[in-house]
């Protein structure tokens, strides 16, 4: 009868078990996240590019219909996507003589921070970070 309760298996896992799995996730994670974080970014930077084509080609459309440039995102009937409304403010500059127009794409506070304004102009000019995107 004694060596029945010996021989029975043991159920279940040590403390030091659980810790050595535990440890791994952390090193997973410290490694996996700040890659997430620049995904993100960029992914939000696409975005934000993609919009500024948009709002460019939006523009030259309303020149040959106005005769001049848009200075706002409205006059252009422009809906801002989610991902660029919550990261970036979008500013107009234009000038009537010669028609030109500067669209500009500031990062806000949150994660986008630091990443640098993304611009384009009517000449198609596209400008992040001092170099081109």
Not at 99 to 123: E, H
Request: charged share 15%; proline share 4%.
């Amino acid at each position: 009868m004694m060596k029945l309760r010996s021989s029975k298996l043991q159920m279940g896992f040590t403390l030091i078990e659980v810790m050595i799995v535990v440890a791994i996730i952390g090193i997973l994670v410290s490694i996996a996240y700040p890659s997430y974080q620049q995904y993100i970014i960029r992914s939000n930077r696409a975005d934000a590019q993609a919009y500024l084509l948009d709002l460019a080609q939006r523009q030259q459309q309303y020149l040959m219909d106005v005769r001049t440039y848009a200075g706002s995102e409205g006059a252009l009937s422009a809906t801002k996507p989610r991902s660029v409304d919550t990261n970036y403010s979008i500013t107009f500059e234009t000038a009537n003589s010669p028609p030109t127009f500067t669209i500009t794409a500031s990062p806000q506070s949150g994660i986008q921070t630091g990443d640098g304004d993304i611009s384009i102009d009517q000449a198609g000019n596209k400008i992040w970070n001092g170099g081109s995107w």
